[in-house]
């Protein structure tokens, strides 16, 4: 025990990894200043060059960069009322209200302070959850795990969207596009037409990069309505006040790390919807309502720590089952598996000291936020400066030499096009990519625990009920599936009943 | 661009029973009741069921108001000829590096693909060359010096450094 922390000590502090951590952070720092440059799309633009690190600084790149990246975005957004990140989105008309009577400094100074106390928060969660999950998932068999993938698809499903019919579709779409090539336990070539590309399936990297990285380039291309980007505001100090709001909201920032870690480790929704649920609990709950919108900091410093507790919070169901807790995580799933790294409760037995430096990176991260975050406060008018005209062109550019470079093949660059291209026109068309995303990932795990069960019980669909944790996780999942059915055709017959 | 709920079902139920034909063919695994074809099997079910409940609610949209659900509606973009230029400009730098770039070779093709770009998204012209030149070269140091990626040189080839 001792041992494998002084192990994982020796990682992190390795002068390459702080290096990497340093650069990581400005990188972060950046594109979630820049509106238009998501958190998510710095995970994808990472991979490419962690590709060539080894496993730890990989894992730092990304932790680092994600979390500077959705404290970040609250600036933009409190300066000129754009997000830098959606998980941003949700309170920056509040922050842009409090700019403009002055209290930028108060409302940049509570989303930073926050942040880090969230992120820390759910770095707590996940150090003391996470444990123990996977000393209970070491007794899972194939029937839970099939389970278990099923329950967090669904969850994807439901709360990533309010229309869960489009919801479903995108999660169908993306387990297709998990089942092409050989990587199947019959080891047959599923829909590959000959084409010895598709063999291996289609690269899971390039096609995030195409998803997360392009479709925002496309819809920055056909912007018709760009807001220019000026800040004229001037900037105290952010670090006044913050001590006092902390004994002024110590409930509400309870609240706020809670809700967030829990939303976070539910698979499919991150950040964003974090925020978007804390800020409406924090109004419905609040002793003053009434000046929410208005420029009141209350509802900032619940969700502003909650949406940096909810990218920890990924990370629980992402080590423990390799069930990604958001897209972030769904990036990183497939990193660890590129870094032999394979997330299942025997990475928690076998190398205890690398999920250690994960839990040490994540404070580390969290904590360099504060001196760095106040830091890119102060730069931020030039940051801001840097035109997006320019700046896509060049991301674009940098993600077509990243698709290619994963495995030499100009197919990769294709494979990252028609992605992008795809959930451009679906999200333009209200289907959530989200659910895409966990489909491809998840595909392959849920097809080999459905054959071997099906093997194992030959073909005996009971069997799938058969074992205690199975059957409470089988039941569960039918639940999420038909009780919002069932509870509108109750409501419906009650309402008929009334009427009559 | 926004296109009818029941256009898109239309769509996959096309492919959920293409698929479902399409796994047909798929041959058992020896001495087992599942194989190859049962998971896209039950998923090209599911896609097509999805499919009919899209096409029911597209139509009953449409017929309840052809204004708010019509068949096809462009977005606001594609009324503006920039817009869909450079929509178009983007995908299309793409379709062009990834037919041309081994022939042509990465610098080349780098210099182009953003000279393009920066000229449809109204980078001052001045500017665009040198800034797409120096673009490529940077990235190029990044990966193929620093990273060892064998981005391919091309017509340069005899130049390689």
């Not at chain 1, 007794?139 to 499903?157: D, H, I, K």
Request: proline share 6%; hydrophobic share 55%.
């Amino acid at each position: 025990m001792s041992l494998a922390w002084a192990q994982a000590f020796a990682l992190v502090f390795d002068p390459y990894n702080i290096f990497v951590m340093l650069v990581a952070s400005l990188f972060g720092l950046f594109v979630g200043a820049v509106p238009g440059l998501t958190a998510t799309m710095a995970t994808a633009l990472l991979v490419p060059v962690t590709f060539f690190m080894a496993p730890i600084p990989s894992i730092a790149a990304i932790v680092t960069a994600t979390a500077m990246a959705i404290f970040a975005g609250d600036i933009p957004g409190c300066l000129m009322r754009m997000p830098g990140t959606p998980a941003s989105a949700a309170y920056t008309d509040e922050a842009y209200a409090m700019t403009r009577k002055g209290l930028a400094d108060t409302a940049l100074g509570a989303g930073l302070v926050f942040s880090a106390l969230g992120g820390l928060f759910g770095t707590a969660v996940l150090m003391l959850s996470a444990p123990a999950l996977a000393d209970f998932a070491l007794r899972f068999s194939s029937f839970e795990y099939f389970w278990l993938v099923l329950l967090g698809l669904t969850c994807a499903v439901f709360i990533t969207s309010d229309r869960p019919l489009k919801g479903f579709v995108s999660l169908l779409l993306g387990l297709l596009v998990a089942s092409v090539g050989l990587g199947n336990p019959a080891a047959f070539p599923r829909f590959t037409f000959g084409n010895i590309e598709l063999l291996g399936g289609i690269g899971m990297i390039p096609m995030m990069i195409g998803m997360f990285a392009i479709s925002e380039i496309l819809r920055f291309a056909v912007d018709t309505n760009p807001q220019l980007m000026i800040v004229d505001k001037p900037i105290g100090n952010v670090f006044k006040g913050m001590w006092e709001l902390t004994k002024k909201y110590p409930l509400q920032i309870l609240r706020g790390n809670a809700v967030g870690t829990l939303i976070g480790a539910l698979p499919g929704a991150g950040a964003d919807i974090a925020a978007w649920v804390t800020y409406a609990i924090s109004k419905r709950f609040s002793k003053e309502p009434e000046k929410f919108g208005t420029g009141h900091v209350e509802g900032i410093v619940e969700s502003g720590s909650a949406n940096n507790s909810a990218l920890a919070g990924a990370w629980i169901p992402a080590l423990v089952f390799g069930i990604p807790g958001d897209s972030i995580t769904a990036i990183v799933i497939g990193v660890l598996y590129m870094k032999n790294m394979n997330p299942g409760p025997t990475l928690f037995t076998n190398n205890p000291q690398n999920i250690y430096a994960v839990y040490l990176l994540f404070i580390i991260a969290n904590l360099i936020m504060i001196p760095f975050g106040w830091w890119c406060i102060k730069v931020s008018k030039q940051i801001l400066k840097v035109p997006r005209t320019v700046l896509m062109p060049v991301i674009m550019l940098f993600c077509v030499v990243g698709s290619f470079a994963i495995n030499n093949t100009p197919f990769d660059v294709t494979v990252m096009l028609v992605a992008g291209v795809a959930a451009f026109f679906l999200e333009a068309n209200g289907f959530p990519v989200a659910p895409a995303i966990l489909g491809v990932v998840l595909g392959g795990m849920l097809e080999e625990n459905l054959v071997t069960s099906m093997i194992k019980s030959d073909g005996r669909l009971l069997a799938f009920f058969e074992r205690p944790i199975a059957a409470s996780l089988g039941a569960m999942t039918l639940a999420v599936w038909f009780l919002p059915l069932l509870l509108r055709r109750l409501r419906q017959l009650a309402g008929i009943g009334r009427a009559a | 661009m926004k296109i009818n709920d029941a256009v898109w079902g239309a769509l996959f139920l096309l492919l959920g029973v293409a698929i479902l034909v399409h796994v047909q063919s798929f041959p058992a695994m020896s001495g087992q009741k599942v194989g190859p074809a049962l998971f896209p099997g039950v998923i090209a079910v599911g896609l097509s069921v999805c499919a009919l409940l899209l096409i029911a609610r597209g139509i009953a949209a449409h017929r309840q108001d052809r204004e708010q659900a019509p068949w096809l509606a462009a977005g606001p973009w594609m009324r503006s000829p920039r817009h869909v230029l450079a929509f178009l400009v983007t995908i299309g730098v793409n379709v062009f590096y990834i037919l041309i770039v081994d022939r042509l070779g990465f610098i080349p093709t780098g210099v182009i693909y953003l000279a393009l770009l920066f000229a449809v998204f109204g980078v001052r012209l001045r500017n665009n060359l040198v800034l797409a030149l120096i673009v490529t070269l940077v990235i190029h140091y990044a990966f193929y010096k620093l990273l060892k990626v064998p981005l391919p040189w091309g017509v340069l080839q005899s130049w390689a450094w």
